[in-house]
Every structure is written in C-alpha cells, then in structure tokens.
C-alpha cells in the first residue's frame, strides 16, 4: 500500500534555530501533500497545502515566512520551521494523496509525524 | 464540508464489537463519508469510506443510513491495539482534497 515516511521523527532544538522535516512518499508520486500540526490533546490542524512545482497555500493565520514548504518533486515536501520558539513545539504531520488514486476518493496516506521541541 | 458530530469517548470490551457512531445530517448528496484514526502519537490511518451504500473491508465496515444523515463504524471484534482516536469526516471529492479533523472518538479498548 502507500507509504508516506516522514523525517526525523524527534527533533530537539534551540531557540531562534531552524529546523527541517522532510516527507516523501515511497511507492507513489503524490502531486499535492499536505501539512499539519496538533497541539497536545487537541485534534490535527491543516497548516498548509503543498503543490509540486508551485507555491503552498497557507491557512489563515499560519505564517508563510516562518513555516517555509517546498514540494519540489512528487515524492517529496519539505517543511522547515525558521527562527523556532518554544510554541513552535508541536507535532508536525504530513499527508499526501496519490496522483493516481481515483479523484473521488480523496484517501490521504499520513506520516508518522515529527514531534519538534523548541528549547 | 458537512459539520459531523461523534461522541466525545466510548469504551469497549476486547473481542467485542466496537460501533462508533457519527451524525452528519447536514450532509449534501455528493458528499462521501471517511473515517480515519489516530494511534497515540502517530500519524492518522485510513480506515474506511462510503457515499451511501455500506461498506465492509479488511479493517471494519461502514453502515451508512438511508438518508445519509448518520454513519456507524464498526470494528467487529476489537483489540487493545484499536484503542485510538477515531474520525469521521465528511468532505466533497475534488474540493482541494485537505480533510479536516473534528475531535473525534476517543475509543478505549479493555482487556
């Protein structure tokens, strides 16, 4: 089946670093991925949507500048976290839809997410 | 998207049946049925989906009424390793294909 790895999956940081995730999907090319973070007890997030070869689309009040994506193949986002304070700590998972699964299924395959913790 | 509401927690008795209810009465009629869970500190898992018809495969069935407005996931014989957090969401396909999550069940399997 499809398989979406996600990269590292703990990270420990300093404050005013900057850290990168990486997600890759294994067996299928995904044309769009998908962003997520989810707070201690609380339900998943969309941050934002990743489209290979074009700028991500922010959800309101996530800012671009600080949550940088870049999807540049079809196998691969990247999320890097610049200047992380310690509220950027979080887990950070990522979802990708296989570009070739039927269009109305709209089944996403998730990462196992990134648990960051900003010092 | 259709708004759905599920109960916040529920348990259930290993080996037993686990049915998991959602309301989406507000639902539209092009609009499918998912259902998807999170293992504590993993990432979700699909699990399900239907438009209107009922559907079974390897990991539980879905039993949508006939008027589409509320849904039952059932995993027929439940084991501690289904203990998660379970999500029904209702989405129109081609509409950017981001799923939103509500709060969902929170499923507790006991031996």
């Known amino acids: 089946g499809a ?12 404050s005013g670093t900057s ?5 890759r999907s294994l067996d299928f090319q995904a044309t769009t991925m998908f962003w997520y973070r989810q707070f201690p007890k609380q ?20 800012e671009k500048d600080k949550f940088l994506i870049n999807h540049a ?47 | ?25 507000t639902i539209s009629g092009n609009e499918y049925v998912y259902w998807y ?11 399900i989906h239907g438009l209107k018809n009922n559907e079974t495969n390897e990991m539980a069935s879905l039993i949508i009424t006939e008027d589409r407005k509320s849904s039952t996931l059932i995993l027929p014989h439940a084991t501690l390793r289904d203990t998660a957090v379970y999500y029904c969401i209702v989405r129109v396909p081609n509409s950017g294909y981001a799923l939103n999550f509500g709060k969902g069940t929170s499923l507790l399997v006991t031996p």
């Open chain 2, 1 to 25: 998207d259709a708004k759905t509401t599920q109960p916040p927690s529920m348990d259930c008795a290993e080996g037993r049946a686990a049915n998991l209810p959602c309301n989406h009465s």
């Open chain 1, 43 to 62: 339900s998943l997030m969309l941050m934002a949507t990743s489209n290979e070869g074009s700028k991500a689309t922010y959800e309101q009040g996530v």
């Open chain 1, 19 to 23: 850290v990168k995730i990486e997600c």
């Open chain 2, 37 to 47: 869970r999170q293992i504590h500190s993993q990432g979700p898992q699909y699990i």
């Open chain 1, 3 to 14: 398989v979406v790895s996600q990269h590292p999956s703990r990270v420990i940081c300093k």
């Open chain 1, 73 to 119: 193949s079809l196998t691969l986002s990247t999320l890097t976290v610049t200047s992380a304070h310690p509220e950027d700590s979080s887990f950070y998972i990522c979802s990708a839809r296989n570009r070739d699964s039927p269009s109305g299924a709209n089944v996403l395959t998730f990462g196992a997410g990134s648990r960051l913790t900003v010092l």
